[in-house]
């Protein structure tokens, strides 16, 4: 098929996530899973982090927005109560709060996952100036990408600042790590969201007040 872009000519939200998987588990005959567990997971102590739950019953309900309020889009026993057909690294693991911000210390100077140049690569901008335009679209303005990574340029909102990096997730979930203020921040919601934006503003609205 012919290629949406080309090479390097254009910013592809997550395409290159969704291609890192098959090429890891071909390049080391694993499954994404098992790679995950063992490099990941394991050493961070994220036993609730995986690719669906062993053990439904500690899922919560997601929602969708409605006309009417919220409507049920995915159950317990749904989706992520087996193994997908496609290990996703760009999108589809099932995790916790305290998971999550377990992960988030591999770039406050744990390096038993990531090291110091890793950490630095992923957080700092990977895009030319003529891709970033895509990004600003997604994203909003003063927002770049590092690598798999959301990056502030500077601080259009309180709550931003130029270093700052993180994403939201389209099930409705966030999480952003603040270097100059020595703040890593998670929510996890039942909401899916409707937009890049995800109605988190009054979350981290709070969190700037509160420092």
């Known amino acids: 098929m012919p290629l949406v872009h080309q090479p390097g000519s254009a910013w592809l939200y997550h395409c290159g996530a969704d291609l890192l998987g098959p090429l890891l588990a071909r390049a080391t005959g694993r499954p994404v899973s098992a790679l995950l567990a063992e490099r990941v997971a394991r050493p961070?102590?994220?036993?609730?982090?995986?690719?669906?739950?062993?053990?439904?019953?500690?899922?919560?309900?997601?929602?969708?927005?409605?006309?009417?309020?919220?409507?049920?889009?995915?159950?317990?026993?749904?989706?992520?109560?087996?193994?997908?057909?496609?290990?996703?690294?760009?999108?589809?693991?099932?995790?916790?709060?305290e998971d999550y911000l377990a992960f988030l210390t591999v770039f406050s100077g744990r390096t038993e996952v990531l090291g110091a140049e890793p950490v630095r690569l992923m957080t700092a901008e990977s895009i030319s100036s003529e891709q970033r335009p895509a990004v600003a679209q997604l994203a909003g303005p003063d927002v770049s990408w590092g690598l798999c990574v959301g990056l502030d340029l500077a601080a259009r909102q309180p709550w931003m600042a130029p270093g700052r990096f993180g994403w939201n997730g389209g099930s409705g979930t966030t999480a952003y790590v603040d270097p100059s203020r020595q703040l890593s921040a998670v929510l996890m919601t039942q909401r899916m969201m409707l937009g890049a934006s995800g109605d988190f503003d009054e979350f981290y609205r709070a969190l700037a007040d509160g420092l």
Do not use: C, I, W
């Not at 929602?63 to 309020?69: Q, R, S, T």
């Open 44 to 97: 961070l102590g994220m036993g609730s982090t995986a690719f669906f739950a062993e053990d439904p019953s500690r899922l919560a309900t997601q929602y969708l927005p409605a006309e009417n309020g919220l409507r049920v889009f995915d159950r317990p026993d749904g989706r992520y109560a087996k193994p997908p057909p496609f290990e996703s690294l760009a999108a589809g693991l099932v995790s916790t709060v």
